[in-house]
C-alpha cells in the first residue's frame, strides 16, 4: 500500500468516525500525523521501541514520538490526571489494568477518554473472536464499554530450580499442582543443605498487592464485596488466604523477605528451590540463571473451580483529541495487538501474547522452550486486577504489606491478621 493510500485510509475512517467535511480530508491527506504516545516503567523501551520503529516502516505517514516513561503504572496514571487537568494529554496510553477504571472516570468526566466500540465495529464482525479470548479482552472494558485493547499480559507462574527439584528426590517432570505438593517439595528441598532454602512466597516483599490478590482469587474469593462498599476478603475465604499464607511460611521453614530482589538474587546463585513472579521476567531470569542451573517454569496452583488470578501487565487505550490522529492511533493499536507484534513481545519477555493468532505462531517456539509457555497456558484463568477507589492503591498496600510481613513470620495468628488487614483497608477507604 502506498503512503497516498494510507493516509486516505487514515482520513476516510476519521470521517466515518468524525463527520469531517470532504475538504478537511484532502488537506489533512497531505500531511503526515505524529502520534504522541505514553506507556509506564522505562524499561519497557526494549520492546517498545522496536516495535515502533517497525510500525513507522510500515505505516510511513504516521509517526510515532514517546514522552518520558513514568516509573510505575501508579505514576503513570498521576501524569494523566495532570494532564486531563491541563490539556496535554497523549494521543495513545498504556494504562496498567488496575489503573484502567479510574483513569476512564477520571477522563470520561471531562469527555477524553475515547470508546474503541466504532473502530471495533468497523472491523469484519468477527475480528474480536478471531483475535482474542473473552477472558483477556474483558480487561480492557470498564462499565461495559471497550476503552482499551489488552497489550502485556502476565499472571503469576513459578519458578523452579529443576535440578535441586531432582536433588530431593521429585520429578521436575510432573511439578507439584496443588500446595500441598509444593508445601511438601520444599520441605524436601530444605533438608539438603543449611545453605539451601526451598521456597519463597513472601507476599508482602513485592511493591504491590499482586500476589496477595492471587492467593484469594486462586481461592475463588474477591477483593471487593458484591455490593462494592467494602472489601470482598473479610470471609471464610479471605481467613483460608491468612492461614494457607501462614502455613506456606511456618511449615517449609521460609526466610520472609522484605524485598523481592532478595529472594530472587538467592534464587540466581542457585540456593532457593522455588518462587512466585511473573512471567514478564522470563528473558532476563534465564540470563541471570546463566548455565547455573535448569530453570522451569510451572502454573500457580488454582484451588477452587471458579478460581482466576489477576493479570497484570498494560492494555492500550486512544486519548486523542481530533478524529485524524484518532484513526491513526487506532492503527497503531492494531497493529501493536496484532499477532507478529504479540509474538514478538512474548518471545522478548515471557509476558503472554494478548492475541490469540500469536499463540498459534508460537507453537514451536513454546516447543522448544516451555519455561515460556507457561503463562499462555493460564489465559483462561485471567481475571481483572482490582484497583481500590479514589487511585490509593499504592497507599493501602503500603499499610497491608506490613501486616502479611508479621503474619508469615508467626507473629501474629491468621485471624487475627485478618481483622487487622480488613480494619487497615477500609480506614485508607474512608479517609
Not at 463527520?19 to 523501551?45: N, Q, R, S
Request: hydrophobic fraction near 40%.
Amino acid at each position: 500500500m502506498s503512503i497516498l493510500s494510507k493516509t486516505s485510509k487514515i482520513m476516510l475512517r476519521a470521517a466515518a468516525f468524525g463527520g469531517l467535511a470532504f475538504g478537511c480530508i484532502h488537506v489533512a491527506a497531505a500531511e503526515d500525523i505524529t502520534l504522541d504516545v505514553m506507556y509506564p516503567w522505562p524499561e519497557l523501551k526494549s520492546f517498545q521501541e522496536p516495535l515502533a520503529e517497525q510500525f513507522m516502516k510500515e505505516n510511513q505517514d504516521i509517526k510515532i514520538k514517546f514522552r518520558l516513561s513514568p516509573a510505575d503504572y501508579t505514576e503513570a496514571n498521576l501524569a494523566i490526571a495532570r494532564g486531563s487537568l491541563t490539556g496535554d494529554l497523549p494521543d495513545v496510553y498504556f494504562s496498567g489494568y488496575s489503573e484502567l477504571k479510574s483513569m476512564v472516570e477520571t477522563l470520561s468526566k471531562r469527555g477524553q477518554f475515547v470508546p474503541l466500540t466504532p473502530f471495533i465495529s468497523a472491523e469484519k464482525s468477527d475480528w474480536v473472536a478471531e483475535n482474542f479470548g473473552s477472558a483477556l479482552f474483558s480487561l480492557g472494558r470498564v462499565n461495559g464499554t471497550q476503552y482499551a485493547i489488552p497489550f502485556n499480559a502476565s499472571t503469576p507462574i513459578v519458578y523452579f530450580n529443576a535440578d535441586l527439584v531432582k536433588k530431593a528426590g521429585h520429578d521436575p517432570n510432573a511439578f507439584p499442582k496443588d500446595w500441598e505438593g509444593i508445601i511438601a517439595l520444599a520441605k524436601d528441598i530444605n533438608a539438603l543443605s543449611n545453605d539451601v532454602n526451598g521456597l519463597d512466597f513472601s507476599v508482602g516483599a513485592i511493591s504491590s498487592d499482586w500476589v496477595w490478590q492471587a492467593t484469594v482469587l486462586s481461592l475463588g474469593g474477591a477483593m471487593v464485596s458484591a455490593d462494592g462498599a467494602g472489601v470482598g476478603f473479610n470471609d471464610k475465604i479471605g481467613l483460608e488466604a491468612m492461614k494457607l499464607l501462614q502455613r506456606i511460611s511456618l511449615e517449609t521453614k521460609m526466610n520472609v523477605a522484605t524485598t523481592g530482589s532478595a529472594f530472587q538474587q538467592q534464587f540466581f546463585a542457585g540456593k532457593l528451590g522455588l518462587f512466585v513472579s511473573s512471567p514478564s521476567s522470563i528473558a532476563n531470569f534465564t540470563q541471570s540463571v546463566g548455565g547455573r542451573f535448569e530453570m522451569r517454569t510451572a502454573p500457580f496452583p488454582i484451588v477452587a473451580k471458579d478460581g482466576g488470578l489477576p493479570t497484570g501487565g498494560n492494555a492500550v487505550a486512544i486519548i486523542a483529541k481530533d478524529e485524524a490522529h484518532k484513526a491513526a492511533a487506532w492503527r497503531y493499536v492494531e497493529y501493536l495487538t496484532g499477532p507478529d507484534a504479540q509474538a514478538y513481545v512474548a518471545k522478548s519477555t515471557g509476558y503472554m501474547p494478548t492475541n490469540l493468532k500469536a499463540g498459534e505462531s508460537l507453537k514451536n517456539f513454546y516447543g522448544q522452550n516451555p519455561t515460556y509457555a507457561t503463562a499462555f497456558k493460564q489465559v483462561g484463568v485471567a481475571r481483572p486486577w482490582y484497583s481500590y477507589p479514589r487511585g490509593n492503591s499504592k497507599e493501602i498496600w503500603s499499610v497491608q504489606r506490613k501486616i502479611f510481613d508479621q503474619l508469615q513470620r508467626g507473629n501474629v495468628p491468621p485471624e487475627q491478621a485478618l481483622k487487622d488487614l480488613v480494619s487497615a483497608t477500609e480506614s485508607k477507604l474512608k479517609n
